[in-house]
């Protein structure tokens, strides 16, 4: 997937990814 390529909160937050 796009873990690194989603400088998104908000997309990181529907996608699972541990972003903050």
């Known amino acids: 997937m796009r873990e690194a390529a ?3 909160p908000e997309l990181a937050r ?3 990814i ?3």
């Open 18 to 20: 541990p972003f903050g």
């Open 14 to 16: 529907g996608a699972s």
């Open 6 to 8: 989603i400088p998104d």
